[in-house]
């Protein structure tokens, strides 16, 4: 059955992509974003279907409410500036952005009766000492470092969505994004596969950060889209989680800067820069709650053929 659906930060990378695979679906979407970290471009094709809706407002800035309005099922709570570049180009703002929204998008699901999705992110275990992550981990967080206004501020989100649950019963579903990838990243977005793809495209060097010696593990926009989507339709409300949705497949940074350089044919070469602070040194999901909870989800799309979409992506647009 159709739904109507409230994606906050939907015109940016995962926002875009979750918007259209909704409408998709059948249903009807309501994208609330203030552009900050994003351009129209991304949900522009979206535009001309009438089952689509596009507010430009802040999430946390309450008076979308009125905007928004009638009847909705469903909330995906993506709003806030996700890469480092970003989120700590005005901190208190993202601070702001996580709390304050929260609670916007909370208080509104309270009154509607609507079910909300928490985007929470691997950045809550911070620089983590457990390999690889799983959920039971309380993380290792500096609350005074570069990346705090991030981390905590989605890490107080979190509590706040299970005690809304709590004391108010508000359906909440919690999921921990990893580091995802592909069509419709920025092409400034300051993130690793974004910034090296588009170096490499360009023929500028490759900045590797530190020796490269640090690892992520990549997931494809796909993957996580899915695991969004059977998490907020799962209908046990007892099970909010949190749920990491992630690739385990941990790779260098290195690693990765070589395997774009190959796979654009480019003639970058890399160079190191400076190391930012408190930048994690491993990160790799543990996925087993995911892979139980959520009908057999499991990560399809290989680092080869999401690299490959997304190269084939940024050639367009560049
Ligand atoms: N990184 C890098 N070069 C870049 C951008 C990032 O070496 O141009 C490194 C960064 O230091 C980090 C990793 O790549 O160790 C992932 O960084 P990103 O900003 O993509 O995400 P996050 O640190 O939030 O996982």
Known sequence: MSK????????GFIGSNLCRRLLAEGNEVICLD??????LSKIEPLMSDPSFTFIQRSVEDQSWWYEVGGRIDQIYNLACPASPVHYQADMVQTIMTSVLGAINVLNFARVTGAKVLQASTSEVYGDPSVHPQKESYWGNVNPLGERSCYDEGKRCSES???NYHKQYGVK???VRIFNTYGPNMEINDGRVISNFIVQALKGEDITVYGNGGQTRSFQYIDDLLEGFIRMMNDTDDDFIGPVNIGNP???TIMELADKIIAMTGSKSKIINKPIPKDDPTRR???ITLARKMLGGWEPRVCLDKGLENTIAYFRSIL
């Open 172 to 174: 909440v579903k919690l």
């Open 160 to 162: 706040l969505f299970v």
């Open 34 to 39: 203030n552009l900050f970290s994003t351009s």
């Open 4 to 11: 109507r659906i409230l994606v906050t930060g939907g015109a």
């Open 284 to 286: 790799c999901p543990d």
């Open 249 to 251: 497949d941990e790779r």
